[in-house]
């Protein structure tokens, strides 16, 4: 095989590992939470002041704040016949934010629905402080 095409079959193989890494442990800790719907765990990864935001055009609001105010969401979302499990697609880390690219999925009649969305998540010493949400849309 010539050197060129050696050494892009190895540069096409180590950045194809890149995007296998799996996303950032305290965020990956929190979504397995979730999806075992375990709120012990979920807040054990989440800082006591935990805001959790939705943006939507030129719009932010604030869902829950403090641990409390998440604990008690969480709940009355688990309470539903919610069945939705989250993945993440992709991931970037930049300094104290991640962000993520987020697949939910659920059962509804006799298939699984999915959409996507952006999330940043912002740690503070290894717990999440805040959470923004963007509106989900179709996923690639």
């Not at 935990?50 to 998440?70: C, F, H, P, Y």
């Not at 009355?76 to 993945?87: E, K, M, P, V």
């Not at 503070?124 to 402080?129: A, H, V």
Request: proline share 4%.
């Amino acid at each position: 095989m010539p050197l060129r095409q050696l050494l892009l079959l190895t540069l096409l193989i180590c950045s194809s590992s890149l995007y296998a890494e799996a996303p950032h442990p305290v965020v990956q800790s929190f979504i397995n939470a979730y999806n075992e719907r375990n709120l012990t765990e979920m807040l054990r990864h989440c800082d006591d002041q935990i805001r959790w935001m939705w943006v939507e055009q030129d719009k932010l609001s604030s869902e829950t704040s403090g641990t409390n105010a998440l604990a008690e969401a969480m709940q009355t979302h688990f309470a539903g016949s919610h069945q939705t499990r989250s993945a993440v697609l992709s991931w970037q880390q930049s300094g104290e934010f991640i962000s993520v690219i987020e697949q939910a999925s659920w059962p509804h009649q006799d298939q699984i629905r999915q959409q996507c969305s952006l999330a940043i998540y912002q740690l503070r010493e290894q717990k999440i402080l805040n959470v923004w949400y963007f509106p989900s849309h179709a996923c690639d």
